[in-house]
């Protein structure tokens, strides 16, 4: 046990391990795990402490204008002005419980992103095979490792099958590091402990089985981590513009209010009742809190993206998502529905029909029409053997459904092999002895197995490169050599079922005469062919309206797959992606292209078939360098670099890998190619979103601002108190501008083009209304004020009709904000059911103002004439008709038609590439 202090696992045997930490092959039991869990606490290592919500209150007063404004009031106070100190004070209180509930809401939207993003981990929990977070792990849980796979603890193998783990980031070791199960001195040093795997290093070869030892900060990494400081999150391009102009507009504002408070200091109002009015209007007019509108917006927008399945890692690609021009997507799994069926198998000179759909074994074999068993051919009942045994995938029942773990192209071949017959116990004589793993490079996998015979070895992959490997060929119940008719007999009958769309794998086998030291590529020749297995992954039904989605957005489609050309223009037919001038190239016809060449090309190729990983990268870079803002999904460990380059790196939440996830900016929950264009959607929403809000908000500022530079400028009194101002401030950009940053997407959000990415949320459209609608304000505002003032010589009477027409302006304005491109009627007033309800609450929460007698003194106002009301709402609707009147001419403008036909700096897509 002293050795076990020190850390020395590696020390120990397997059973010995497994002995100390009271556990067993078959896992511990779920009652045992969550003692252990509450006992060990998550396996995840120490955070920064978030903020409490008591402190995320104070910090909405960390403003030094707030404070200023605070001890001005409270100075105001002690002279007399009490009631007017109270309800600033109140309404700065107010204005500050609006930011901390903006500010919460975006926390809790960005713990539940983190909670959905968290990695998984395979462990065997009772003699089953499940997936779990990693958080939950305890010591003495064993887990299942697979290339791709982040190792989640610190693990003592107990299996290790050509296993190869990349330990650089915990040891600096660049090169991978091979795995075994055998015990190691005791003072071996970290880097040499072969048969340990390391929490935060990945799996990049072979498969193991291992026993947990250390969770969180009581494994090798978590030392480390105690040891380092937590780097702090970066801002988004759009948070970080945000807070650029923010800076600027907030100096203008203050400058602004700086003029307006001296010139009225001139003219005889006093020091102080100036101080809290121009601060007032500071407060209310500088816009310091845009980034945190940014984060709010983005962050809830991913909280409605998970809803949808889309699971966004990071925030930047929030913004990004709204600018994809093209989607290259793989076609399994994707873009079908990732249960492969096994509808045809071609052996012993016959091709057979294969019923049943799905994972359910259950089925028929029919050849020409007539039922056939299968059970009493040798031949092919060796076939289907081969089909199993050289196989990792796992079939299980789990609420009430099959459902396979591991490969679903596996799966498919298990399945196959049930209906025929084979039985967990006739399999369970083959023990497995060894393989050499399948990889998208080599396109092909071979186990060994012990048999009562010896040692017999099987293989299965693309069948070109089966046959490759075979010297001989099990027909007509004998095994001779391959011959030239053989060969062409055997492709010909593979093109036939790769042109009904069925993805095509080969078995073959070898008796093995010898005991194997070694086991690695050297063994595969001169292998015994078997026969053809075709099985079909049918088109998801929700995809081609994705597609068609796709073309009248101008964002392009392009399917990438590792299936046979054929095969995947049948799908790509039925999902209506292909025309007659396009492309379908394979990945030998990529690679004997130059990069000019290709470059000429990509636009036109909508398929790519039989390519690997590696083509990826390729494939995005052109792209690219075409102009194009590129979204790539992937799946395996190799697909990391073309997600790392693509502009919206997208990975698959079922068949992923760690790596790809940790690597990618969205996961997919669902691994559907429809997800993907409903979160371009939904980007394209935010962003809108974010536009609104900014516009109304800015507008109603940039008037209020003018408004009081316009009256002290032709020597009017001030035309609204601090308390009036501050008002305004919660009443109408509070709630309707919250209301505006969940409004639904714009009828036409995806029959535009996409956005510029070096598009700012300033657009020439949005410039102009932030230039024409406040002078309009200002305009129709001034002689309401000018006329009040000088025929009642009533201040407060005067300033009664500005604060009603402002708010009136506000709440028409926020209204005809649900959409900055069309008109109201389009988009409709009701389908954001947020916005009448703010509008509402604003409007009484102001008529109560009006309305209760005591607080006329406290707002300086009194109650509204008739025609005060006549001039408010004349304002208003002035003010509404010309914003919707503005978006029927803008869009009609040569920019806004040249906006839709181009991308500014890119190329765009009318239909898709």
């Not at 120490?46 to 209150?57: A, G, N, Q």
């Not at 509808?343 to 000179?349: A, D, F, L, P």
């Not at 799905?358 to 031949?379: A, I, Q, R, T, W």
């Not at 300033?799 to 926020?814: D, G, P």
Request: hydrophobic letters at 45%; charged letters at 25%; aromatic letters at 6%.
């Amino acid at each position: 046990m002293a050795l076990l202090k020190e850390g020395h696992w590696h020390a120990l045997e397997a059973d010995e391990a497994i002995r100390l930490l009271k556990t067993g092959l078959d896992g511990l039991s779920e009652d045992e795990a969550r003692r252990r869990l509450a006992e060990c606490g998550p396996n995840e290592l120490k955070r920064e402490k978030r903020k409490s919500p008591f402190v995320m209150f104070l910090e909405q007063f960390k403003s030094i204008l707030i404070w200023i404004l605070i001890v001005a009031t409270a100075l105001s106070a002690v002279i007399g002005e009490l009631i007017d100190a109270i309800v600033i004070v109140a309404i700065i209180i107010a204005c500050a419980i609006l930011g901390f509930v903006e500010e919460y809401r975006a926390e809790k939207a960005l713990e539940l992103l983190k909670k959905l993003a968290a990695p998984t981990t395979t462990v065997i929990r009772e003699g089953k095979e499940k997936t779990i977070p990693t958080r939950e792990l305890v010591p003495g849980d064993i887990v299942s490792l697979s290339v791709g796979c982040s190792v989640p603890a610190d693990i003592r193998l107990l299996e290790a099958v050509n296993l190869r783990t990349n330990e650089a980031p915990l040891t600096g070791e660049s090169t991978p590091v091979d795995k075994h199960a055998k015990p190691l001195p005791a003072e071996t040093v970290l880097p040499d402990r072969a048969n340990m795997a390391f929490s935060g290093t990945t799996v990049i070869y072979g498969r193991g089985k291992g026993v947990v030892v250390g969770t969180g900060m009581r494994t090798e990494l978590g030392k480390i981590a105690s040891m380092v400081q937590v780097v702090k999150e970066e801002a988004t391009p759009l948070e970080k513009k945000m807070a650029e102009i923010g800076k600027w507009l907030g100096i203008a504002c203050l400058s602004a209010c700086m003029i307006v408070a001296l010139s009225c200091l001139l003219r005889g109002y006093t020091l102080l009742e100036m101080l809290i009015w121009g601060i007032a209007l500071a407060v209310a007019a500088v816009p310091e809190a845009l980034p945190a509108v940014v984060t709010g917006s983005l962050a809830i927008g991913v909280r409605e993206m998970a809803k949808r399945n889309a699971i966004v890692r990071r925030l930047p690609a929030v913004e990004t998502l709204g600018c994809t021009s093209v989607i290259c997507a793989d076609k399994t799994g994707t873009m079908t529905k990732g249960e492969m069926t096994v509808r045809k198998v071609y052996g012993n000179g016959i091709t057979l029909t294969v019923t049943g759909v799905g994972y359910e074994p259950k089925g028929e074999f029919y050849y020409e029409g007539e039922l056939m068993d299968v059970k009493s051919d040798n031949m092919l009942q060796l076939l289907f053997k081969a089909a199993a045994l050289c196989n990792d995938a796992k079939l299980d029942v789990e609420e009430g459904r099959w459902v396979v773990r591991g490969d679903t192209t596996e799966g498919a071949l298990l399945v196959v092999s049930i209906k025929a017959g084979l039985t967990k116990e006739e399999l369970d004589k083959y023990p497995r002895a060894g393989e050499v793993p399948f990889t998208s490079e080599r396109k092909r996998m071979t186990t060994i197995h012990s048999s009562p015979s010896g040692l017999i070895a099987f293989m299965k992959g693309a069948p070109e490169v089966v046959l490759g490997c075979c010297k001989w060929i099990y027909k007509d119940g004998q095994i001779r050599e391959l011959d030239e008719k053989d060969r062409a007999e055997i492709l010909r009958v593979n093109e036939l079922m790769a042109n009904e769309a069925l993805r095509n794998l080969a078995m073959a086998y070898r008796p093995l005469d010898v005991t194997l030291e070694k086991v690695d590529e050297g063994i595969e020749n001169n292998f015994i062919f078997l026969g053809i297995a075709g099985m079909i992954d049918p088109a998801r039904e929700e995809v081609k309206d994705s597609i068609e989605l796709c073309k009248r957005a101008g964002i392009g489609t392009v399917m990438i797959t590792g299936d046979h050309r054929l095969t995947a223009m049948a799908i790509a037919r039925d999902l209506g992606m292909l025309k007659g001038s396009d492309i379908v190239l394979t990945g030998t016809e990529l690679d004997q292209m130059s990069q000019e060449e290709y470059e000429r090309i990509v636009e036109n190729v909508r398929v790519y078939a039989r390519v690997s990983p590696e083509h990826k990268v390729r494939i995005v870079e052109a792209w690219k360098k075409k102009g194009y803002v590129v979204s790539m999904t992937g799946d395996g460990i190799n697909d990391a670099p073309a997600l790392k380059m693509s502009d919206i790196g997208v990975s698959m939440g079922v068949t992923g890998t760690d790596v790809t996830k940790e690597t990618s900016d969205m996961t997919l929950a669902d691994d559907n190619f429809a997800t993907i264009v409903a979160a371009v959607k939904e980007g394209r929403r935010i962003f809108d979103n974010i536009k609104k809000y900014l516009s109304y908000l800015l507008r109603c500022n940039l008037a209020e601002i003018g408004i009081a530079i316009a009256a002290t400028s032709l020597g009017l009194p001030v035309p609204f108190t601090a308390a009036q101002i501050l008002w305004i401030n919660l009443a109408t950009d509070g709630l309707p501008a919250l209301a505006l940053g969940v409004d639904p997407a714009d009828p036409d959000v995806m029959d535009r083009p996409p956005r510029n990415p070096k598009e700012t949320v300033f657009t020439w459209d949005v410039k102009i209304y932030l230039i024409i609608l406040p002078l309009l304000t200002i305009a129709l505002v001034i002689p309401i004020f000018a006329y009040k003032w000088m025929v009642t010589e009533d201040l407060t009477k005067a300033q009664t009709a500005v604060f009603l027409t402002i708010i009136l302006c506000e709440l028409f304005v926020a209204l005809s904000c649900r959409s900055l491109r069309m008109p109201i009627y389009r988009v409709g007033i009701l389908r954001n059911r947020f916005l009448p309800i703010a509008i509402a609450i604003s409007f009484m929460a102001t008529f109560c103002i009006f309305s209760v007698p005591q607080l006329h003194a406290a707002f300086d106002v009194t109650w509204p004439e008739p025609i005060d009301w006549a001039m408010g709402v004349s304002v208003a609707s002035v003010l509404f008709a010309t914003m919707e009147m503005m978006k029927l001419v803008m869009h009609k403008l040569p920019q806004a038609r040249r906006a839709k036909r181009i991308y500014l700096t890119a190329p765009r897509l009318t239909e898709g590439p």
